[in-house]
């Protein structure tokens, strides 16, 4: 009998100390609405090309308080976009792995290294884009990332600093 009482006991107390674990971790308290917060770009100065002959990694951090992030692989599509500020449009488009949905409490967070590879200068005189110019030396260059849940939740937009393209 008394074996039995240090058993129940012992159960009892493990279960404690597992409510009192638990009650010390906290789930994450995070949006819904995926968060970007930009990191760094490895450089200031690209230089125009049609080819990917240049680069610069781009790394920003990432909150979701449901962490539905990623599409999966056999999925098609696209969901963290990369805007070019001088024109408006989608300069590129990149999948994120899939993070598959795990227990209660699904907050998630972390880093995105992207590799941006080089583009054309675009000059106000119509001068054809990639074309070596002395009269415009170089062009400004900034993007804007977001990046979408599964959900369809958009995610806030950051904007990167400028870019120096060299356009000679």
Do not use: H
């Not at 009482?5 to 010390?24: D, G, H, N, T």
């Not at 760094?40 to 308080?65: A, H, N, P, W, Y």
């Not at 449009?89 to 792995?97: C, E, Q, R």
């Amino acid at each position: 009998m008394k074996i039995t009482q240090l058993r129940i006991y012992f159960v009892l107390a493990i279960i404690a100390m597992l409510a009192w674990l638990s009650a010390c971790v906290n789930a994450p308290d995070f949006s819904d609405t995926p968060e970007l917060e930009f990191i760094s770009l490895s450089k200031t100065i690209m230089v125009q090309d049609f080819f990917e002959r240049d680069s610069v990694i781009l790394m920003f951090s990432f909150t979701d308080g449901d962490g539905d992030i990623g599409i999966a692989s056999s999925e098609p599509g696209q969901d963290i976009f990369i805007i070019d500020n001088r024109t408006g449009n989608l300069y590129d488009g990149f999948k994120s792995p899939f993070v598959p949905l795990q227990g209660v409490n699904n907050g998630i967070k972390g880093e995105v290294r992207l590799k941006l590879f080089t583009t054309c200068c675009i000059f106000p005189d119509l001068t054809p884009p990639c074309t070596a110019t002395d009269e415009f030396p170089t062009n400004d260059l900034s993007f804007d990332i977001y990046m979408v849940d599964r959900a369809g939740n958009e995610s806030n937009r950051i904007t990167t600093p400028v870019l120096t393209l060299m356009c000679n």
